[in-house]
């Protein structure tokens, strides 16, 4: 399996408030994504990051920041949480962008935004 | 709206029928891959298909790319309880310099024994 690791699986949380998903790996992959996955959507692609402290928006980048310091971590974060962001994050890697490389998943991280 | 549409959504069959799960779109995709999805798991590639018309066999599953790279299908034969799962497609669309991997919405198998 590969190498990654999201924290924390599950969370719980009030409308208004922070939330911080993280995302490590140790596989040296350069390039790592955030996905959320929601019913009758598939997965949707949120940020993704090319290499440390270069990302990049995705389709549904509203309401959504990333940061990537190290090449191993990649963190998202809901400034403000609101219950249309409820919802199971993903995180992937991959060694190449797009098609030409396999996307790694994570496990997935379950937040609930009362 | 979706990029990708998947079909049927949701498939219940018996152990040991076939059945065809479809992936279009009224785009061209450069590759298209398949991923399978268990149940509080992330999904895992089953494979990359790039050229028009490639079809790929593994085992039990066969998968073709559209002469035009716009569809793909999925054929599963004799399916087993543990083909069961959420099956994704996932199409790379190249826009100027800029690539993104789309995803389905995906279609749920069950597999009755």
């Not at chain 1, 399996?1 to 490590?24: F, M, N, W, Y």
């Not at chain 2, 299908?73 to 100027?96: F, M």
Request: hydrophobic share 30%; glycine share 10%; proline share 4%.
């Amino acid at each position: 399996d590969a190498g990654i690791t999201q924290s924390p699986r599950h969370k719980v949380t009030e409308t208004g408030t922070p939330v911080t998903l993280r995302c490590h790996q140790t596989e040296n992959h350069r390039y790592m994504y955030w996905y959320r996955q929601d019913p009758g959507h598939g997965l949707r692609l949120i940020h993704y990051s090319y290499g440390v402290k270069d990302t990049d928006k995705g389709e549904v980048s509203d309401g959504y920041s990333v940061s990537r310091s190290k090449t191993e971590d990649f963190l998202l974060t809901l400034e403000s949480a609101t219950s249309s962001q409820t919802s199971v994050y993903f995180c992937a890697i991959s060694a190449r962008f797009g098609n030409t490389g396999e996307l790694f998943f994570g496990e997935g991280s379950r937040l609930t935004v009362l | 709206t979706q990029l990708l549409e998947q079909s049927p959504q949701f498939l219940s069959i018996q152990e040991g029928e076939n059945l065809t799960v479809y992936c279009n779109s009224s785009s061209v995709f450069s590759s298209l891959q398949w991923y399978r999805q268990e149940p509080g798991e992330g999904p895992v590639l089953l494979v990359t298909v790039v050229t028009g018309g490639e079809v790929k066999k593994l085992k039990r599953l066969t998968f073709q790319f559209g002469d035009a790279r716009k569809d793909s299908s999925l054929h599963i034969t004799a399916a087993q309880p543990g083909d069961t799962g959420l099956y994704l497609c996932a199409g790379e669309v190249t826009s100027g310099s800029a690539r993104q991997l789309t995803f389905g919405s995906g279609t749920q198998l069950t597999v009755l024994p």
